[in-house]
């Protein structure tokens, strides 16, 4: 069967892009940010998962506000990006496994998430940076075979942090069921606490934040006592996208089951609350 071998949780800023393109990771603004991926990197280098899981969110590139699913699944052969206008290089297509892809599917919508299923799907910059950033070296061919898990939170209603952290179990739980020998790694993309427009642009609460990175190791529900609106009074507009990292940490158990070996945070990048977590499964 195949083993979820661990989590990462990283933003997924679009001005990441224009820094890689213009090699300035080690300009004093962009250094502790970048500088944080080395221990990911390592490790990734080291355990060399098959498959990453890669939850993220849609920023009007496959859905937008006319069709905007709760949740989607790709289940492609492969996936293109489409939508960096930020100076990203063309990166190569990433490959699906569709195998798990549909196994996810079958098992998400067992336990009555209602999804929208995916043949052809592009990603954008929630999907690309991360990879770019956990694989800088991938050249053309990525080591990871991918399947994209989208979270709307860019429509309201959105789903609320109990609700994603049990997608998040129950993505944990088909890995699990997968028959196949496979290393798969979760990843949950975006945030922290940010604000790009109305009267409190450019909000950042780092207090907030660091409290939500440290119950990811000791309380990983405990973003659920809140509300939606709660959490983006707290977070910003756009720092609801800690569903994701919600989601993530839900597929790697409890915390018994897993132990954290990394974290950096660093404001700010564009704006935005930059967080890195990495969690390694326990055997």
Avoid at 109 to 122: G, I, P, S
Wanted: aromatic residues 10%; glycine residues 8%; contains cysteine.
């Amino acid at each position: 069967m195949a083993r979820i071998v661990g989590g990462i949780v990283t933003s997924h800023v679009p001005a990441i892009g224009r820094a890689i393109a213009g090699g300035l990771q080690q300009e004093a603004y962009w250094k502790p940010f970048f500088d944080g991926f080395a221990p990911v990197q390592q490790w990734l280098a080291e355990v060399k998962p098959d498959v990453a899981v890669v939850i993220y969110n849609d920023h009007g590139l496959n859905f937008f506000l006319d069709k905007m699913p709760t949740f989607a699944v790709g289940a492609a052969p492969q996936y293109s990006n489409a939508d960096e206008g930020w100076g990203i290089p063309t990166l190569p297509a990433f490959p699906g496994d569709q195998d798990l892809s549909w196994h996810l599917i079958e098992e998400l919508v067992a336990k009555e998430f209602d999804l929208t299923t995916c043949q052809e799907m592009l990603v954008d910059h929630a999907f690309t940076l991360p990879m770019k950033l956990l694989w800088p070296n991938a050249g053309e061919a990525w080591p990871v075979r991918t399947v994209p898990v989208c979270i709307n939170t860019v429509q309201h209603p959105l789903p609320s942090a109990g609700r994603c952290f049990k997608l998040g179990q129950a993505i944990g739980e088909a890995v699990a069921s997968w028959d196949a020998d496979a290393r798969v790694v979760v990843i949950g993309t975006g945030g922290l606490s940010h604000q790009l427009d109305g009267e409190r642009a450019g909000f950042i609460n780092k207090s907030f934040d660091l409290e939500f990175m440290d119950s990811l190791v000791n309380d990983p529900a405990w973003a659920t006592r809140y509300s939606v609106e709660e959490l983006i009074e707290l977070t910003g507009t756009q720092g609801i996208e800690l569903l994701m990292w919600v989601a993530a940490r839900a597929a790697l158990g409890g915390v018994d089951q897993v132990r954290k070996l990394h974290a950096n945070y660093h404001i700010p990048i564009s704006n935005t609350a930059a967080g890195l977590m990495l969690f390694e499964s326990k055997d």
